[in-house]
């Protein structure tokens, strides 16, 4: 992973880290903020399970499996020679969703989110959506741009 790559993934973790500071300084003592009449609002909850909240309070169970998933795409960067903008980007905004995420698991013991839309009644944070976005984007890169990877270390035929 270059230089740019791991500063890009600082850059979008101090984001997150800052919008979940501001959610816990302002939006907790509220606990609601309307943002857009109707349809965007800050709502402070502390997620101590998965998306959605499903699996409360299997925090050692999350940071294993963020770990293992750091550690696959840590392997698939090293073995696999891959072109291509659109893996990059996404495989940032994943990492630096799961750091994100990971931080407040093990130094809150919760995960901040308060990013909600009418439309969509979960409540989500920034790192939820660097994750999100980054595995569509991960799906389209696999899916539609094979040709953009191969393995490392490519012996000539002899």
Do not use: H
């Amino acid at each position: 992973m270059s230089i740019i790559a791991v500063i890009i993934i600082a850059i979008l973790i101090l984001i997150d880290q800052l919008t979940k500071l501001y959610a816990i300084n302002v939006v907790k003592p509220q606990g609601f903020v309307e943002v857009i009449d109707n349809f965007y609002y800050f709502t402070y909850v502390e997620n101590r399970g998965a998306a959605f909240g499903m699996m409360q309070n299997k925090q050692l169970f999350f940071i294993i499996i963020t770990v293992v998933i750091f550690a696959v795409l840590g392997y698939v960067l090293a073995k696999y020679k891959i072109e291509g903008k659109l893996f990059y980007t996404a495989t940032v905004l994943i990492f630096a969703g799961g750091i994100g995420n990971l931080i407040d698991r093990i130094f809150r013991g919760y995960v901040v989110d308060f990013l909600q839309f009418s439309f969509f009644p979960p409540v989500c944070n920034l790192a939820d959506y660097y994750i999100t976005v980054g595995a569509v984007m991960l799906i389209i890169s696999v899916a539609f741009c094979k040709k953009n990877i191969a393995p490392r270390n490519i012996k000539a035929e002899e």
